[in-house]
Structure formats: structure tokens, C-alpha cells
């Protein structure tokens, strides 16, 4: 049976497997890249909006972008399906849904008959409303061009910067600042300059809110916010039909639509593999490290699963197979977005999430295969069958809530983070909870924050792991997503 289409306004993660299929309009299309990466592809950004009129932003990231972007066009209409759903959180967000579209490999997009929502693309927002909008999500006004002081450079993290302020204004005489960058400086400054012949309307898309010492103005964004200064579109020329009848309209120009070309790139600064941390250190660095903690666990996040199901070639966890043409799952079948192909076979690994503190603070933790095989010697596959053997069902087993309260060295990857993104969870790379070696750890830096003294009953750990092979047998026992107990009943029952 073919998917039903969900409402925008309707997607949430309820279950982390659940697959949607929606039809919308592209109102825009963006991209970005990432400047303290050098050689980082970016990604594309989409602002969806279905017949309704709500949005919800879709990322593409890395090689995806070459796999979709010629499927997609800005004003365009499509079918998705088969996506992810993220929490929307950040500084910049193109939308208030509480969620955001990730593209993998395995989502499907098809174009559509026109959906009758183009005067929905654009969102306004009320001038009298702005302060009481989320300063972090983007908004679209339009106005009247009624002052603009003279263009100007200043310096911004040693670079010189183009800055022009000026003021738009409403249908209804409101008022309101706006501080615009770069390019977008330049040609706003240029056009009306050169420009005569009556007001200049200008819509802007995608700005965002900016409050420094109490003053508030709406701000060109780096990569998102579109301009159209006079521009024949119905949003425009409603505009100025509205407009007081003595005032003489201005004459079409064509669209001027202004985009911001990309800042030099940065490198990245890099830590030394056995820099020591404390969290607070963590916390506060914005530097791409791999460092160690010393640290307690103090928390299993039991509401999110233990295991995962992954591809046997690259282990990445792998998706439900979505047929594009009968839209319907086929349950011996699984797609890699790593990979990008299809796979008839898995294999089930660890994906333990921990809350670990010190004396500085509290941070969360993410364990994979290799680490937690380490700590209670059995394979996620062999836990999993021990689970179905005790009736424990979905249980959160006991061999990993064991490790509540036990004292670890845990060596954590650390990607650049800025004042605006920071990761929930980090990984997890190395751990060892040897006595000897935590001793050795405090000891060699004064500075680390230590967790509460080592248990004597704390066993030395063995930092020699082998790769698990599974017998072909087993693996039959993982084709069917997501894994259930019945499931694994009747295999038990059949062996």
C-alpha cells in the first residue's frame, strides 16, 4: 500500500524508523559552505512549504548535494520521501517547526503537479510583531526604502567588512532598521544611488534579528537572505498598489536578486591525541580536539537504544528500504547511505549513550562496538539473544546499567564548534578503566578534575578487542527492521 502524504505541519520523530512522504513547493533554495573547514563541500539548504502554507527547512549535505540538486529548483514542486527528522535547534533557523529535513542516500524525490500555494512562499512578519519574534529564526519583510545612510567599511575579525544601514517602511507607517553586509551592501547602496522615478519597495527574504546594546535591527544573513528591490513579482506589486494613492508608483526594474559570495577559508587548529581535559575545558573550546576526561558515569540515557542495525561492509546504521515505485518496504531488503546501495544482510552493534561528570561540570557521551565490548566482554548481538532468553523483552539490560557509577579515562573526538553550535553527545574513541592507568592520569596533570575515589572492585580492563564475525545463520535473524521479539521468539523456537 502506497504512503499517505503527511502535512508538514504533522511530521515529528516518534519512532526513530518511521518513514514520511510529503508534497511541497521549494519557496527556497541556498548554499553554504563551511569556512573553518577548508575542502568541506557545505551543503544546500531548502525552505519547503506545502499547501497549507507550513515550512519546514531540508538539509542536503556532503555528496548528497550531486545526488539531488538537479532534482530540485527553486519555486518548483516535489514529492519527498523517506527522510530524516532532526530536532530544529541553533541560532539560524529558516523556520519555527520544531524539526528539520535531513536527506541520506535513501530519500526519493519526484516531481508533482503544481501545488496552488506560490503567494504561500513568503512568510511576513508585521513590523509592530518583530521584537516579539524568536530572535533565532529567520524572517521575511517587506517595505518601503525611506532612509539609507552612506555606505561604510569597518573592520570584522580583521578583515574589512562592507556595512550599510537603512530603514524600511510599512503600509501602516512603521518603521524599522536594517544593517546590510557585504555584496548585499554594495548593490542595495548602488541601485538606489542610480535609481529614479519613485519609491523603491524592497522585499527581503530570510533575514535575521540582531539586539547589540539594546538596539534592535534585522540583519542580512551570510548564505540564506534573498533581496528583490522593485521587482515584478505579486508580492511587490501588491505592496505598491497598497500604497497611499499620492504617492507615484515606481516603474518594474526587473528582478534584482542579490546573493554573497564566501568569505576565505580557515584552518582548523588541531590537539595533541593525549591533550587532557576536564568538561568545563571541553565545554568551552570551540577547537576540533581529540582529548581525554577523566570522569564518573553517572547516567545511561535508557530512552534511546542500545543497539543499532548496521551495514556489514561499513557499519553505519542502516535504514528501512523504501521501493520508489510500489512505495512500499521491503522487509528483506535494507539501503546504506554510506555505501549508497542496497544490502541484504546486517550486523547489530552497540550505540550507548552515557552522561559522565567530573568536578566541572557533566557532558554526554556516545559508546560504540569496540568500547563497550571492552567493558562487559559480549557482543550486542550475543546481549540482544541474552534479552529475548530472559523475557527481558525491551528492557535496558543489566550488564550496561552496571556501569552506572564506574570511573573511566575516556579518550573523545571533538569537532570545531562555534559560539552557535555545540554537539549533544561526543564519541567515544578509547576507554580504559584500569586503576592503575587513572592513578597514572591524575597524577600526571594537577589541573584534571577527578570523580569521587576508584572502587577497589573495579576490575583491570583489557584493551585488545576482536572483530566479531557472525555466522551467516544469525544474521538471517537481523533482516527484518526494526528487530521485534516476536521475531526473535520464533527463531529461538525454530532452533
Not at 216 to 238: G, H, V, Y
Request: hydrophobic residues 40%; charged residues 25%.
Amino acid at each position: 500500500m502506497k504512503l499517505d502524504f503527511t502535512p508538514i505541519a504533522q511530521l515529528e520523530s516518534v519512532t526513530e524508523n518511521e518513514i514520511w512522504k510529503i508534497k511541497a513547493r521549494v519557496a527556497r533554495f541556498w548554499r553554504f559552505h563551511n569556512n573553518d573547514k577548508p575542502g568541506d563541500s557545505g551543503g544546500l539548504d531548502l525552505l519547503l512549504v506545502d499547501d497549507k502554507g507550513d515550512r519546514i527547512q531540508a538539509c542536503i549535505r556532503g555528496k548528497l548535494i550531486q545526488k539531488f540538486e538537479k532534482d530540485l529548483q527553486e519555486g518548483e514542486c516535489c514529492i519527498l520521501m523517506n527522510f530524516k527528522l532532526s530536532p530544529n535547534l541553533g541560532s539560524y533557523r529558516a523556520t519555527g517547526h520544531s524539526f528539520k529535513i535531513f536527506f541520506t542516500w535513501s530519500t526519493i524525490v519526484k516531481p508533482c503537479e503544481e501545488i496552488p500555494n506560490h503567494s504561500l512562499r513568503f512568510s511576513f512578519i508585521p513590523f509592530d510583531k518583530l521584537q516579539r519574534h524568536d530572535e533565532n529564526v529567520f524572517l521575511d519583510v517587506i517595505g518601503e526604502i525611506v532612509g539609507m545612510k552612506d555606505l561604510k567599511e569597518i573592520t570584522v575579525r580583521n578583515a574589512p567588512c562592507k556595512l550599510l544601514n537603512l530603514q524600511l517602511k510599512s503600509l501602516d507607517d512603521s518603521i524599522i532598521d536594517c544593517v546590510f553586509w557585504e555584496k548585499f551592501a554594495e548593490d542595495i547602496h548602488s541601485y538606489v544611488q542610480s535609481f529614479s522615478g519613485g519609491p523603491i519597495v524592497m522585499l527581503c527574504s530570510l533575514m535575521r534579528i540582531n539586539v547589540y546594546n539594546g538596539k534592535f535591527t534585522i540583519q542580512s544573513a551570510k548564505s540564506s537572505t534573498k533581496l528583490f528591490i522593485n521587482s515584478d513579482i505579486a508580492e511587490i506589486n501588491e505592496f505598491k498598489e497598497r500604497m497611499p494613492k499620492d504617492v507615484v508608483s515606481a516603474t518594474s526594474s526587473g528582478c534584482s536578486i542579490l546573493t554573497l559570495s564566501n568569505s576565505k577559508e580557515v584552518s582548523s587548529h588541531h590537539f595533541s591525541l593525549d591533550s587532557r581535559k576536564t568538561i568545563a575545558e571541553l565545554l568551552t573550546s570551540h577547537e576540533e580536539m581529540t582529548c581525554s576526561i577523566y570522569a564518573t558515569i553517572c547516567a545511561l540515557k535508557t530512552e534511546i537504544p542500545w543497539f543499532y542495525i548496521g551495514c556489514p561492509t561499513c557499519l553505519r546504521k542502516v535504514n528501512q528500504y523504501l521501493n520508489p515505485d510500489t512505495e512500499e518496504i521491503e522487509a528483506d531488503k535494507f539501503s546504506c547511505d554510506l555505501c549508497q546501495k542496497v544490502v541484504d544482510s546486517t550486523v547489530t552493534r552497540y550505540q550507548v549513550h552515557v552522561k559522565v561528570v567530573d568536578d566541572t561540570g557533566t557532558i554526554s557521551f556516545l559508546m560504540f562496538d569496540k568500547e563497550v565490548i571492552q567493558l562487559i566482554h559480549k557482543s550486542a548481538y550475543e546481549l540482544l539473544e541474552q534479552q529475548v532468553q530472559f523475557n527481558r523483552g525491551t528492557q535496558f539490560p543489566p550488564e550496561l546499567l552496571a556501569l552506572d557509577g564506574r570511573q573511566f579515562v575516556f579518550t573523545v573526538f571533538k569537532p570545531s564548534t562555534t559560539k552557535n553550535y555545540r554537539p549533544a553527545t561526543y564519541k567515544v574513541v578509547k576507554i580504559t578503566d584500569d586503576p592503575a592507568k587513572l592513578l597514572m592520569f591524575c597524577g600526571a596533570n594537577n589541573n584534571t578534575a577527578n570523580p569521587p575515589a576508584i572502587d577497589s572492585q573495579f576490575s583491570n580492563s583489557t584493551e585488545v578487542t576482536s572483530n566479531m564475525v557472525w555466522p551467516s545463520s544469525t544474521l538471517v535473524l537481523m533482516v527484518v527492521f526494526p528487530v521485534t521479539l516476536a521475531i526473535y521468539v520464533l527463531f529461538l523456537s525454530d532452533g
